[in-house]
């Protein structure tokens, strides 16, 4: 008889505990996932990925306790330009048919200031794992009323993740999420 009041009390105490973090899905309708990149040392090549999906864990109550979890159709790559998507498709660039998915896994979240949150994670490209921190903007909007968003940017050397082919392209990589999110 103990033993059941001491299980009964412990899960009235930590039940609630799980609902502290509230799971969402990323709106396709109402995200994008950006890129630019500098060519020629001269013009910025811009694009988007258009396939993709994930969630995102939202604890109000300490938001270093949420975490995200965002694959990315590679293939899905689109700069407005088909043969030059189809290059980036190759194994010359992304390689998809070999590694269809990017991923970003969320490790941590650090409080920033009252204008920003820094989220890190895992970010894997073509097979390779790297820490990137992302960063949001404006982190107010992920606690503000019904519908949650969020702004993030990041940078990453796209040689570090084994994208090394294109000698007039720029190392840097800089990447923009603009996303809505919707409760489960």
């Given at each position: 008889m103990?033993r059941?009041?001491?299980?009964i009390?412990?899960?009235?105490?930590l039940?609630?505990?799980?609902?502290?973090?509230?799971?969402?899905?990323?709106?396709?309708?109402?995200?994008?996932?950006?890129?630019?990149?500098?060519n020629?040392?001269?013009m910025?090549?811009?694009?988007?990925?258009?396939?993709?999906?994930?969630?995102?864990?939202?604890?109000?109550?300490?938001?270093?306790?949420?975490?995200a979890?965002?694959?990315?159709?590679?293939?899905?790559?689109?700069?407005g330009i088909?043969m030059?998507?189809?290059d980036?498709?190759?194994?010359?660039?992304?390689?998809?048919?070999?590694?269809?998915a990017m991923?970003?896994?969320?490790?941590?979240?650090?409080?920033g200031?009252?204008?920003?949150l820094?989220?890190?994670g895992?970010?894997t490209?073509?097979?390779?794992?790297?820490?990137?921190?992302?960063?949001i903007?404006?982190?107010k909007?992920?606690?503000?009323?019904?519908?949650?968003?969020?702004?993030a940017?990041?940078?990453?050397?796209?040689?570090?993740f084994?994208?090394?082919k294109?000698?007039?392209?720029?190392?840097?990589?800089?990447?923009?999420?603009?996303?809505?999110l919707v409760?489960?």
């Open positions: 103990k059941i009041f001491i299980v009390i412990t899960l009235i105490v039940v609630p505990l799980n609902v502290l973090a509230e799971t969402y899905t990323i709106d396709p309708a109402n995200t994008t996932i950006q890129f630019k990149v500098r020629m040392l001269v910025n090549v811009r694009g988007t990925f258009d396939k993709f999906k994930g969630t995102v864990d939202i604890d109000e109550t300490d938001i270093t306790k949420s975490k979890d965002i694959s990315i159709d590679a293939a899905s790559i689109n700069t088909d030059r998507d189809k980036l498709r190759s194994p010359n660039f992304f390689d998809v048919a070999k590694f269809p991923t970003f896994v969320t490790t941590k979240v650090e409080a200031t009252a204008d920003n820094k989220v890190i895992n970010l490209i073509k097979g390779v794992t790297k820490e990137v921190t992302l960063t903007v404006d982190p909007r992920l606690l503000d009323g019904p519908k949650r968003g969020a702004i940017t990041a940078t990453i050397n796209r040689q570090d084994g994208i090394s294109g000698a007039v392209i720029s190392d840097t990589v800089f990447i923009t999420v603009t996303t809505e409760k489960q």
